[in-house]
């Protein structure tokens, strides 16, 4: 209900104030609320901006919604140590956040620096019962930690892939890969 959400909101921004959120933007209005939502849809375009000519590697994970301030600070604190710029967003209500890296492509170290960050994020993110992945999937990025979360589960995994692809032709070598 409308007053649901009002007394939601508040509890909210009261809770968030708390713990010295400088800014918390709601809106009702159905065009507002698009504008935000543009916004949001074009972060990785404005993270970018802040560093022309890079690149991003993006990559998301999840925690229980109980471990999400932590795993944004632990997110956070870990891309400042790395000495690569980027940004972090997320969906507060699902647990889920991306994290962009800027970085130069043509630089090994940089690109290393990208790699172990995303290591560190997604061993977080399991270390607090999260998943390596919260949206973006499996591919080959996170085929080692998909096997660390869910390696039990593989064989079976790999069973249900052969009886719907017996030829392997539907993403080979994607979510799961043959042993």
């Known amino acids: 209900s409308e007053a649901g959400v009002a007394g939601d909101l508040a ?14 933007e709601a809106e009702s209005d159905p065009t507002a609320r ?3 939502w543009e916004a949001r849809h074009h972060a ?8 022309p000519g890079s690149k991003a590697m993006t990559t998301d ?21 790395s000495g690569l710029r980027g940004g972090i967003v997320g969906h507060a209500g699902d ?28 061993e977080d993110a399991l270390a607090r019962g999260g998943t390596c992945t919260g949206e973006h999937g499996i591919g080959f990025g996170k085929l080692d ?12 995994m790999r069973d249900i892939k052969r009886l719907l692809d017996p030829n392997g032709i539907m993403n080979p070598g994607k979510v799961v890969r043959e042993p």
Request: net charge negative; charged share 20%; no cysteine.
């Open 34 to 36: 698009a504008r935000m």
């Open 145 to 156: 930690y998909l096997e660390r979360e869910h390696g039990d589960l593989l064989p079976l």
């Open 95 to 122: 647990g889920n956040f991306h994290v962009a890296f800027l970085l130069d492509p043509d630089d090994a170290a940089s690109v290393e620096r990208a790699a172990s960050l995303n290591a560190a994020l997604v």
């Open 11 to 24: 509890t909210a921004r009261e809770l968030l104030e708390e713990e010295g959120a400088t800014a918390l």
């Open 44 to 51: 990785l375009l404005a993270s970018l901006a802040l560093s």
């Open 61 to 81: 994970v999840a925690v229980p919604v109980s471990e999400l301030a932590a795993a944004l600070e632990h997110a956070r604190s870990a891309l400042d140590a």
